[in-house]
């Protein structure tokens, strides 16, 4: 009798990812065939939808549309939906999409297991759907940030840490499974702990983090800039595990717009930190999003995000145009008043600065010798990363090579030559 086949379609961010192999787990544990973004035909899909923004919400959509199509003609026999689209708009996907059996919120892997006939059980490790040698850790669910552009408090709710104990023994399993690098995430990491321990700890989980053997790097994504802890800044400067990278969402510089979209912290409190940060790390790469478009952002509001970007010369940066979500700050007391040609054409001036900015900053790395990890090979090339680089968002080493390269191994390759988004390189040991 063969087994049930569930296909999981992981659709969003890397917190998105990590409950789908939760859910993986879950379901190998009952007895399941479980597979990922599989392009293969399977018993039940279940699609893990992102509801962040206008383009986000589309894909998860279009994404639902396609499997619907395939529930109809009898290809697949259930069709679930989960995740961010599902806990917020349930009803109206629901009314909409007829061919959907059931949609589940953020927190229903235990309802989506027993609706497959499963019994949920306690977390066990994780079936990972990364390639092998690097995770996501989160550490925290939810967020208590007020920002007035965001939909995640009310789609995730408030923030809740895991514990520490909890974490280190996930991360210990993660080592023995062969993971090599560990890219730390939350909604809001630095906020990390306040729940738990009437303080940010941050700094002491990175510190136990570090002690395990087998793990390599520890990457941090999603730290807020307000309120950032001086003791993390300490602990990336001088752990040799804590990679020097950082991600921190500034959204802008302007001191009225960061007071209209609640960011609780100001133009100077921004250029401080950063400050800091590059004169306890020298070498920190710093990747940073931004937002422009925001309700009420005059011409001079733009310029000066554009001077901030030419400044500072974020080693990574992203930027994306004001997309209005309904019930939050700025859809329910702001006017959307800037047209999408606008928009538009303020994302690609930041973006045209930055590809200088990065072209710069890659000629410069040319004859050092950097530590990297391999992640695959393609064609003639192995594609690697530095520790200034995380997977899927930023930039790849191609590394040429007269012996085989083993993925998921470090080696120490000397930089040839650049381009804007890309390196290449030759390996020396």
Request: hydrophobic share 35%; net charge negative; charged share 30%.
């Amino acid at each position: 009798m063969k087994k049930h086949k569930i296909n999981i379609v992981t659709l969003g961010c890397s917190k998105n990812i990590v409950d789908s192999e939760y859910l993986m787990s879950h379901l190998d544990r009952n007895g399941f065939e479980i597979v990922h973004d599989s392009p293969e035909i399977s018993d039940t899909v279940i699609v893990n939808t992102c509801g962040f923004i206008g383009d986000a919400k589309e894909e998860s959509i279009n994404t639902i549309l396609q499997f619907a199509d395939l529930r109809t003609a009898g290809e697949i026999e259930n069709l679930f939906v989960m995740g961010c689209l599902s806990e917020r708009y349930r009803d109206e996907l629901a009314a909409e999409i007829p061919e959907v059996d059931e949609f589940f919120g953020v927190r229903n892997i235990n309802d989506i297991v027993e609706k497959l006939g499963g019994k949920y059980q306690e977390a066990g490790e994780r079936i990972l759907s990364t390639p092998s040698h690097y995770a996501y850790l989160k550490i925290s669910e939810g967020c208590d940030r007020k920002c007035g552009f965001c939909a995640i408090p009310l789609i995730r709710g408030g923030h809740i840490s895991t514990p520490i104990e909890q974490l280190v023994k996930e991360a210990e399993l993660l080592a023995g499974k062969g993971v090599r690098e560990l890219i730390v995430i939350a909604q809001d990491t630095t906020y990390y702990g306040i729940d738990l321990y009437g303080r940010r700890t941050l700094a002491g989980l990175l510190q136990r983090l570090c002690r395990i053997d087998g793990i390599g790097w520890i990457r941090l994504h999603y730290a807020y800039p307000a309120g950032f802890p001086d003791d993390v800044i300490e602990v990336m400067a001088q752990e040799p595990k804590i990679c020097k990278y950082l991600d921190i969402p500034f959204q802008h510089i302007s001191d009225s717009q960061l007071k209209s979209m609640r960011r609780g912290t100001t133009k100077a409190e921004t250029y401080s930190l950063i400050s800091k940060l590059r004169q306890r790390i020298p070498d920190i790469a710093i990747r940073t999003t931004l937002l422009t478009g925001y309700p009420g952002e005059t011409e001079a509001d733009f310029q000066e995000l554009l001077k901030f970007v030419e400044t500072v010369k974020f080693e990574r940066l992203g930027v994306f145009p004001y997309s209005e979500e309904e019930g939050t700050y700025s859809a329910s007391n702001l006017e959307d008043n800037i047209p999408d040609g606008v928009k538009n054409e303020r994302v690609d001036k930041i973006m045209s600065l930055q590809n200088n900015i990065s072209l710069e900053k890659n000629v410069n790395m040319t004859g050092k010798v950097e530590k990297v990890i391999i992640d695959r090979s393609e064609g003639e090339f192995y594609i690697a990363r530095t520790q200034y680089d995380s997977p899927e968002v930023d930039q790849e080493v191609l590394v040429r090579a007269d012996k085989k390269l083993e993925t998921g191994y470090f080696y120490n390759v000397r930089i040839t030559s650049a381009e804007d988004y890309d390196l290449y390189g030759e390996v020396i040991s």
